[in-house]
């Protein structure tokens, strides 16, 4: 059975979607495509139908990354379509968390922070690089890749 990923930010418009696209990319180059699937969505429902921002998607560009998910909300089914929930700050996964008690049943779904993956932070938050500049982008690159490499390194124990 493949392992289902859902990665989830805010607005699906800047970190979420490339954690998905960074993660898809690794997929592809360890050739772990059968073995995993991978998507996104936000919290928040502004964004819905939009590409991703265009400063995230240049950035992951320049590293050969293509980001060409379209942004949507999380729902209840996810709850039950996915193995893994993980998120990006604490707010997404107190929200995360908070829309799961809508359920009022057991899930299928875990829902962790992803950088509880990491090895080189302490932090469990991926900062919104929303409101920022062009650094912000490419540190929000640097943490989902390592973070992510770490994940598929625990996924293939399993
Ligand atoms: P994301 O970033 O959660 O990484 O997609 C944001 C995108 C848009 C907004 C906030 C965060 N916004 O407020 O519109």
Not at 31 to 38: D, K, P, S, T
Not at 60 to 84: C, H, K, P, V, Y
Request: hydrophobic share 40%; proline share 3%.
């Amino acid at each position: 059975m493949k392992k289902k990923l859902l990665f989830v930010c805010l607005g699906n418009i800047c970190r979420s979607p490339a954690a998905e696209a960074i993660c898809s990319y690794k997929l592809k180059k360890y050739q772990l495509n059968n073995y995993c699937e991978v998507d996104s969505a936000g919290t928040g429902a502004w964004h819905v139908g939009k590409k991703s921002d265009s400063r995230m998607r240049s950035a992951a560009l320049s590293r050969g990354i293509i980001i060409e998910s379209r942004a949507r909300q999380i729902t209840l089914d996810d709850f039950n379509a996915f193995d893994l929930i993980l998120t990006m700050d604490n707010s997404n996964f107190a929200d995360v968390e908070s829309l799961s008690r809508e359920l009022k049943m057991p899930f299928k779904a875990k829902i962790q922070p992803l950088l509880q993956y990491s090895n080189n932070t302490d932090s469990l938050e991926v900062p919104d690089p929303y409101y920022g500049g062009e650094k912000g982008f490419e540190d929000v690159l640097d943490l989902l890749d390592d973070a992510i490499e770490q994940l598929l390194v625990e996924l293939r124990k399993f």
